[in-house]
């Protein structure tokens, strides 16, 4: 059976996976980030043997240019154009396919055969990103950047993102924003995995940074359901992971915006699969480029 | 050479006309909408004879159920869950296809020939529609709702839409919008075409209307941008008419919020078609279930 080479390319580790048609996994590995994270990724795809796979996916952390197979990720500094996808084709010696990280977890969702065939994947991590699959394939855009759901602004007269617009999801929603949050109206504790520790327990301004960031989740998956008429809604992330202190109130502000009849049927669902949903991405991504159906 | 009947329903009259697959228009009619829509439909369409039309396609003021060929349109109070595909299939003995006016206004400027393989077309008129096209196809959505740019809430804690949501465009934007706005701050004259007219005159409130609602439409739009990566937006309806006091500041505010690399690339310019934009699109649409490339 045909297999190919999955990578994920994120800000903290990079993974990759040999991944069959039959969507098994046959191998794995995971590599902190280094200094040099040149070094990280072929020190990666040297643990696995190129031959017998058919090519590669990768799912990267933005932005990236996908027709110039160059990244720029935000939290790797040292790679600024960097052409990931010349790099990997050149240590392999097979064709590479480059999509966003939350480009590739809603096509491994979608794969994986947990959704509906139009779907809006989201990540609530560091960043907030998206991917979308319509109609049954993962649509990416004229410039490889469709899904960019962070960048919804959701209130103009907010505060700057670093993206250089104004009231961004990014800038209510991410981990560190609800974290700013709860820290300016006196809760002391380090990060957002505290946080949502604090929420779980009910402290209140923990439970309202999160109540805050889903409200703002919930305008943004509200805007996608209305412009592109989905229905399915798979999040996941690191600050997905809080589960219903997150979970609760976004279902609660989404039945309570909906509006417009056909927006009332958007479920919202945590992903099952974790990280993998995006190795599972990133491999479709590689039998899609190699044309093998999958 | 084969040819379709285009029928655009509107809020105040109803057009239709024969066009040719080389995008002529053959013959053409438009009936004020009677007490009685449905006895306006029928004069409409018995003004054209079906022998040697291959199809029809209908864009229709909305909310529409496409699969169900069904139409509820706001202003068209008579027609609830109307069956609009079916009647007409009747009338004229041919295959129908429907579809919501800003999708056909949207379709029909890509047909013929004004836009990128990827655009937004919005309507601005009475109430703010919009419609896809995506990698050269009209991009409908699972119930056939995509596009709904009037709906996206650029402010939660804004004033309640009529579709139920806080905050959407169109309780900004919209002709009847801005023009609550304006008399609401002291101007008094009666409608949105006054309105513009004030605003080239150079009212001040009158121009706040416009840079106000141009602003909320430029948050869609780069909302819009960032979801389904597009580049290029064509602007129509009767609002839309009012022309530099609406176009002015909607560049410029598109041009502040713009955030992110590929949302800078984006262009807004006016319909050239004006309302036989529609009707292109019907006509598209009916070329497209007929198998006729066009």
Same mark, same amino acid.
């Given at each position: 059976?045909?297999?190919?080479?999955?990578?994920?390319?994120?800000?903290?580790?990079?993974?990759?996976?040999?991944?069959?048609?039959?969507?098994?996994?046959?191998?794995?590995?995971?590599?902190?980030?280094?200094?040099?994270?040149?070094?990280?990724?072929?020190?990666?795809?040297?643990?696995?043997?190129?031959h017998?796979?058919i /090519?590669?996916g990768?799912?990267? #952390?933005g932005? *990236?240019? &996908? $027709?110039?197979?160059t990244?720029? !990720?935000?939290?790797?500094? @040292?790679?600024r154009?960097?052409?990931?996808?010349?790099?990997v084709?050149?240590?392999?010696?097979?064709?590479?396919?480059?999509?966003?990280?939350?480009?590739?977890?809603?096509?491994?969702?979608?794969?994986?055969?947990?959704?509906?065939?139009?779907?809006?994947?989201?990540?609530?991590?560091?960043?907030?990103?998206?991917?979308?699959?319509?109609?049954?394939?993962?649509?990416?855009?004229?410039?490889?950047?469709?899904g960019?759901?962070?960048?919804?602004s959701?209130?103009?007269?907010?505060?700057?993102?670093?993206?250089?617009?104004?009231?961004?999801v990014?800038?209510?929603?991410?981990?560190?924003?609800?974290?700013?949050?709860?820290?300016?109206? /006196?809760?002391?504790?380090?990060? #957002?995995?505290a *946080?949502? &520790? $604090?929420a779980?327990?009910?402290? !209140?301004v923990?439970?309202? @940074?999160?109540?805050?960031?889903?409200?703002?989740?919930?305008?943004?998956?509200?805007?996608?359901?209305?412009?592109?008429?989905?229905?399915?809604?798979?999040?996941?992330?690191?600050?997905?992971?809080?589960?219903?202190?997150l979970?609760?109130?976004?279902?609660?502000?989404?039945?309570?915006?909906?509006?417009?009849?056909?927006?009332?049927?958007?479920t919202?669902?945590?992903?099952?699969?974790?990280?993998?949903?995006?190795?599972?991405?990133?491999?479709?991504?590689?039998?899609?480029?190699?044309?093998v159906?999958?």
């Amino acid at each position: 059976m045909s297999a190919v080479l999955a990578v994920d390319i994120g800000g903290t580790t990079f993974a990759a996976a040999t991944v069959r048609a039959d969507r098994s996994i046959a191998a794995r590995a995971e590599v902190p980030l280094g200094a040099d994270p040149s070094a990280t990724l072929a020190n990666l795809i040297d643990r696995f043997d190129p031959h017998g796979l058919i /090519g590669v996916g990768i799912g990267s #952390a933005g932005p *990236l240019d &996908a $027709a110039a197979g160059t990244v720029s !990720p935000v939290n790797i500094g @040292a790679w600024r154009n960097y052409p990931l996808t010349s790099v990997v084709g050149e240590l392999t010696g097979l064709p590479v396919g480059l999509a966003g990280d939350a480009q590739c977890m809603a096509l491994g969702e979608y794969w994986h055969g947990a959704a509906a065939p139009s779907m809006l994947g989201v990540v609530v991590s560091t960043g907030i990103g998206g991917g979308l699959v319509l109609d049954g394939e993962p649509y990416f855009g004229r410039s490889g950047n469709a899904g960019h759901i962070g960048h919804i602004s959701i209130d103009p007269a907010g505060p700057l993102c670093r993206c250089g617009a104004t009231g961004c999801v990014e800038t209510i929603a991410s981990g560190p924003s609800m974290t700013a949050f709860a820290r300016s109206h /006196g809760w002391t504790g380090p990060d #957002a995995k505290a *946080l949502s &520790a $604090a929420a779980s327990a009910g402290h !209140p301004v923990a439970r309202l @940074a999160f109540a805050r960031g889903a409200a703002a989740l919930a305008t943004a998956i509200r805007t996608t359901a209305a412009l592109v008429d989905i229905d399915t809604v798979v999040v996941g992330g690191g600050v997905a992971a809080a589960g219903e202190v997150l979970f609760g109130p976004l279902r609660r502000a989404l039945a309570e915006q909906a509006g417009l009849g056909f927006l009332r049927h958007v479920t919202v669902t945590p992903t099952t699969l974790d990280r993998d949903a995006g190795l599972y991405g990133a491999a479709a991504l590689a039998f899609a480029l190699a044309g093998v159906p999958v």
